[in-house]
């Protein structure tokens, strides 16, 4: 009796055994079909469907697995980054107080680093992409994030008013890092290193403001002047097409090829404005136009007085380094005592234009470029401007190179004169970078005699002649081992110079609505 209980148990045990095994591999097969689907789904999305689900932040190898993770470079970045932080901040402290000289807004007179510490936190690198699209050159797009905690205060200072520290806090970088290696036969193999920021994904930097012993309220519209110094600074320095070009070694290299040339001109014509919005209390804005491509080279129109619907048809010649990234900006101000108030922005992309063809558009005006930090989004108006695109050939391209050198001289000289506030304001009249500026345009004529800077106005045509009659004792130096744009940077009086945005190309709405009429 016990034998055969036996063998009834073990029959039963083994059955079971059987069973439960047989479910077992069942659900895991049910969990691997499952698990392939979802991912055979995941693959399927494109970035737009990852930005809806995962916001900004997602790393770029997960929507293109061309970036590889890097954490072996991070854990060496963490090591090495008090090092590193000791000096990037001397770098950065030489380089950029003579970029915040040269891009401080009219309204302050002074804007410096009180201190600067990069802190204790690493950045952290998602994802390394490398491709080899050139022959004899390495091209590495670097998905760079950082969230650190630096210590950064800066001094300002304005008219009237004594020197109030402004603190940067809650600083975030997010942005795609190009690296262009230029490979050569001889060691270390490398004879030079391109840097620029993406355009696309935009760049972003984060940072909130609060004043230090002092109130933000002291200079009227602070804020909104630190950033957008910082970001002309961003994108008229780095972002690609913009460039930073470091011959390595000390064996001479020929980088002419790696420089950012000017690809041609934009004849554009301010035609007129309507239904603008009115900033007076009493009577109607005297709105002007600034237009430019990079905000180193604004040009304004005439002021219109009393009027909301006014007729400036102005021809303006701007130069363009780049036609398939870079954009015109139009921006209508109302002309104030004090500080002008800005009626509205917009913004054409050259990409839109068809080399040698005119082309007239109608620009819906906007707040601001950034609409996501504005909370009055009504009306502003429109404005209308003629376009006209011309591809230069080369000799009109180093022509263009040499004038566009010339007149950032010129506007540092108008500077260091008192003429102007900063290298950033906009000059009266049409500007002709290419050609003798008489007529319509301005001509800038550096004589290079004298140590002073001469201003006469001549009134031909429509315009001003700018005569700088003195160059003076320009120090040579030594070079920085850098070129901004793919200018050398000199040791100009012991200071870093730079010269030279490119943003992607967005939506209709956000380039201010541009309709072809």
């Known amino acids: 009796m016990g034998l055969i209980s036996g063998i009834l148990m073990g029959t039963i045990f083994g059955i079971a055994l059987m069973a439960g095994w047989l479910h077992m591999m069942r659900y895991r097969s049910s969990k691997r079909t499952a698990k392939a689907v979802d991912i055979k789904l995941l693959g399927s999305l494109n970035r737009d469907d990852l930005k809806k689900i995962c916001g900004d932040n997602f790393p770029e190898w997960i929507s293109f697995p061309v970036f590889e993770q890097v954490k072996w470079l991070n854990k060496q970045l963490s090591k090495l980054w008090p090092f590193i932080a000791e000096a990037g901040t001397l770098v950065i402290k030489e380089t950029v107080e003579p970029l915040l000289e040269d891009y401080r807004p009219p309204g302050i007179t002074s804007l410096k680093f009180s201190k600067l510490s990069l802190g204790t936190v690493a950045p952290k690198i998602e994802g390394i992409r490398v491709q080899s699209l050139k022959k004899g050159q390495i091209i590495m797009d670097i998905?760079?994030?950082?969230?650190?905690?630096?210590?950064?205060?800066?001094?300002?200072?304005?008219?009237?008013?004594?020197?109030?520290?402004?603190?940067?806090?809650?600083?975030?970088?997010?942005?795609?890092?190009?690296v262009i290696f230029q490979l050569a036969e001889e060691i270390p193999c490398i004879s030079a290193v391109v840097v620029a920021l993406l355009s696309e994904p935009k760049p972003r930097i984060d940072y909130t403001l609060k004043a230090v012993g002092g109130s933000l309220t002291a200079i009227p519209g602070l804020s909104d002047m630190i950033d957008d110094t910082v970001n002309s600074i961003v994108t008229d320095m780095l972002q690609w097409p913009h460039r930073i070009v470091v011959p390595i070694g000390g064996i001479p290299v020929d980088t002419s090829e790696l420089e950012l040339k000017p690809q041609g001109k934009l004849i554009v014509t301010v035609v007129k404005a309507n239904d603008l919005k009115n900033m007076e209390m009493i009577g109607k804005s005297d709105p002007y136009v600034i237009v430019y491509i990079r905000p180193v080279f604004k040009v304004k129109s005439k002021v219109v007085e009393n009027n909301l619907n006014p007729v400036w048809n102005q021809t303006f010649e701007l130069i363009a380094e780049d036609k398939e990234t870079q954009f015109l900006t139009v921006e209508v101000l109302d002309k104030d005592i004090g500080q002008d108030k800005r009626l509205g922005i917009a913004k054409l992309p050259l990409i839109d234009l068809e080399p040698e063809v005119a082309k007239e558009v109608e620009l819906r005006l906007l707040p601001s470029l950034d609409m996501l930090k504005i909370k009055d989004k009504k009306d502003r108006g429109t404005v209308t401007v003629k376009a006209?695109?011309?591809?230069?050939?080369?000799e009109e391209q180093l022509a263009a190179l040499e004038e566009e050198k010339r007149i950032l001289e010129e506007r540092k000289k108008l500077k260091a004169a008192g003429a102007i506030g900063s290298t950033m304001d906009a000059l009266d009249g049409a500007v002709g970078l290419v050609g003798s500026g008489i007529g319509a345009g301005v001509g800038l004529v550096g004589t290079g005699i004298g140590a002073g800077v001469g201003v006469v106005g001549s009134g031909l045509g429509a315009g001003a002649g700018m005569v700088g009659s003195g160059f003076g004792a320009v120090g040579s130096g030594l070079s920085k081992a850098g070129k901004f744009m793919g200018r050398t940077i000199t040791g100009q009086s012991g200071n870093s110079k730079k010269s030279g945005t490119s943003t992607p190309v967005n939506s209709a709405q956000e380039n201010g609505g541009a309709k072809p009429r």
Request: hydrophobic share 50%; charged share 20%.
């Open 388 to 394: 006209l695109y011309h591809r230069f050939n080369e």
């Open 143 to 178: 998905d760079f994030r950082w969230g650190g905690d630096p210590s950064i205060i800066l001094g300002v200072e304005a008219a009237l008013v004594a020197s109030i520290p402004i603190q940067l806090k809650d600083l975030q970088v997010f942005t795609v890092v190009r």
